[in-house]
């Protein structure tokens, strides 16, 4: 099958409670919906996301640049992807030029499995029907009565973990708001998530102020662009790193690897450029034993995790699931802390057209 055409549009859905980490607070996630039409008339839909800045720009890679030359093209995913991010690469080899390379790629799955009429993870591979959840809070602005009340919620619903934020300026308070959530939650697995906060010392030092609390894992403790800082630090801390949401290339996947300093590894489908260079990350990670415990995204990192053998656990971020956003007009639901394999042929996600559309930002008047 070949393509036909490439509509674009991006969307801008606010949140329902803002989110406040270490570092920014966030209103809106932003949506570029990319819709690939084939020659053969089936469509595929993929989405990239920003926390609110960037959008229009990765639209415009996909609309007026990349897009127009990918008309007439056989559908063939790993090539496509290639040939794009050659197209794209003077402007970065990642950022803004995966992003737009993410939403034509989970587009171009869709359209090859929907071709089958099998679900996306059949035509990946599948290795299991299910994966594990935790519970993700963007939760630094909240009081600690606010943030047990969001514990509690996920805990209610059986969240195989739950993740919160640290990197209050008082190291106590940090340490305060986790023994509290750690005493409400009991031996439940517990993450601390520092959105690359800290510098080199102070990261080292926040972290051993935490080791008494048995963590899964910290994240992010330092800016995720220094690779050799990262590596350093994990030899100086007992408790595991994750990181991974700020990181775009199987190269720097690789060096933060083979450096020891990512543990968990957390490759975000639309930043790292979509499901083809995910895979990729994945089958690195797991030649060093090391699990895949995406960023965001959801519903599409549940189904991924479903094809790879080192898929760990899933993140739902409260209010930024496509189902909590709106975006779709059939919901995917957490059940017993697991989210299931999608059984509908392509991704399965299918869009809340009109809830896109009220909140679209640029482009023609519909
Ligand atoms: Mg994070």
């Not at 409670?17 to 990319?34: C, F, G, M, P």
């Not at 990918?70 to 990642?94: C, F, N, Q, T, V």
């Not at 359209?111 to 963007?138: E, H, T, W």
């Not at 394999?341 to 009220?358: C, I, N, V």
Request: with cysteine; hydrophobic share 45%; charged share 25%.
């Amino acid at each position: 099958v070949y393509i036909a055409d490439i509509k674009t549009m991006v969307t801008r859905l606010p949140l329902e409670n803002a989110w406040a980490d270490a570092r920014k607070t966030v209103s809106h996630i932003e949506l570029v919906v990319v819709d690939v039409t084939t020659d053969t008339g089936l469509v595929g839909t993929g989405i990239s996301h920003s926390s609110g800045v960037g959008a229009l720009a990765i639209e415009s890679l996909v609309k007026d640049y990349l897009g127009p030359s990918l008309i007439g093209k056989s559908i063939s995913p790993r090539a496509l992807w290639e040939y794009g991010w050659d197209y794209l690469h003077d402007e970065g080899g990642g950022g803004v030029t995966t992003m737009a390379l993410a939403a034509l790629d989970i587009a171009f799955w869709d359209v090859v499995a929907k071709d089958l009429g099998r679900p996306l993870v059949d035509l990946l591979g599948r290795v299991r029907d299910r994966v594990p959840v935790y519970g993700s809070g963007i939760n630094l602005g909240m009081s600690i009565d606010e943030l047990l009340d969001q514990v509690d919620g996920w805990v209610g619903r059986g969240y195989k973990a739950v993740k919160v934020k640290v990197g209050k300026d008082d190291l106590e308070e940090d340490v305060e708001r986790i023994a509290k959530v750690r005493e409400r939650i009991g031996a439940l697995p517990l993450m601390v998530d520092a959105n690359q906060k800290w510098s080199a010392p102070e990261a080292a030092r926040r972290i051993h102020a935490l080791e008494r609390f048995g963590l899964l894992w910290v994240e992010e403790p330092m800016l995720a662009d220094d690779i050799e800082g990262q590596c350093r630090l994990r030899s100086q801390v007992s408790i595991p790193l994750a990181m991974g949401e700020n990181v775009y290339t199987p190269w720097q996947f690789r060096d933060l690897i083979v450096g020891g300093a990512m543990d968990f590894v957390q490759a975000d489908i639309g930043r790292v450029g979509g499901i083809t260079p995910w895979l990729d990350i994945a089958a690195l990670a797991r030649t060093y034993n090391r699990p895949m415990a995406p960023h965001f995204m959801l519903e599409l990192s549940a189904d991924l995790l479903c094809c790879v053998p080192n898929g760990y656990i899933a993140e739902d971020i409260a209010g930024g699931s496509l189902t909590d956003l709106g975006a779709l007009a059939t919901s995917r639901t957490v059940v017993d802390g697991y989210l299931y394999a999608s059984e509908s042929p392509g991704h399965g996600l299918e869009f809340d057209r009109s809830k896109l559309l009220a909140c679209r930002v640029g482009g023609e008047p519909v």
